[in-house]
């Protein structure tokens, strides 16, 4: 499994969400919404500390991980990240590897 943050997405978190090198951005599970596989459960994205990683990817000097503890919300699935340009907000794609 793996992280894929496009340019378009790096370019917001440095503009909505202020992040600079050495920010440490978590995706994980969060109840209510839906999601491809788990109707009730959407993805949440929040600035955090690694606790245990299981993925990782550095983009611009910025760490992007998701935790041991929510893999299971991905479904073996690659996460890749884009903006919607229409409603400046971020979009989520499962890949699968």
Known sequence: MKIV????????????MDA???S?????????????????????VTFDD??????TNDVDGIHFFIENDDLWFFNDHDLHVDVNTELEE???DYVKP
């Open 90 to 92: 971020l979009t989520y």
């Open 24 to 44: 440490s951005i978590k995706f994980f599970a969060r109840y209510g919404g839906s999601n491809p596989f788990h109707e009730g459960y959407s993805i949440g």
């Open 50 to 55: 690694p606790i245990e990683e299981a993925v």
């Open 20 to 22: 600079e090198p050495s």
């Open 5 to 16: 943050i496009s340019n378009a997405a790096l370019n917001w978190f440095k503009e909505e």
